[in-house]
């Protein structure tokens, strides 16, 4: 990635899949985890915390204070959960702002 000036900074567990010795080595990397499903962000942690059906369900009633959504690609490619996902994010857009995730305010 890095030979491509793309500089990672953003880490996802698969399968939300973590443990000790993958939080050690993200903060050896500097990378923010995104792999947990619960808790406020912090300096090294960016919860996620809702999947697409969950947010398109969550943005008719009142919000958490905190909303990380995460989609997969294939969800792009079906246009019925394509058109959720726009719908999802547009409400969302207008209930919220959105946190700067510059790299120099995730440190």
């Known amino acids: 990635m890095r030979s491509q000036r793309l500089a990672p900074q953003y880490f996802c567990g698969g399968g939300w899949y973590t443990d000790d010795a993958v939080r050690r080595t993200l903060s050896e990397l500097a990378l923010v985890d995104c792999t947990d499903?619960?808790?406020?962000?912090?300096?090294?942690?960016?919860?996620?915390?809702?999947?697409?059906?969950?947010?398109?369900?969550?943005?008719?009633?009142?919000?958490?204070?905190?909303?990380?959504?995460?989609?997969?690609?294939?969800?792009?490619?079906?246009?019925?959960?394509?058109?959720?996902?726009?719908?999802?994010?547009?409400?969302?857009?207008?209930?919220r702002a959105q946190l700067e995730l510059s790299a120099d305010s995730a440190r």
Not at 46 to 64: I, K, N
Not at 67 to 91: C, E, G, N, P, S
């Open 37 to 95: 499903r619960t808790g406020p962000p912090s300096e090294r942690a960016l919860p996620t915390t809702h999947s697409l059906g969950q947010l398109a369900r969550a943005v008719l009633g009142p919000l958490p204070p905190y909303v990380h959504a995460y989609f997969h690609d294939y969800d792009l490619l079906d246009a019925t959960r394509r058109r959720a996902l726009v719908v999802a994010l547009t409400i969302l857009g207008r209930r």
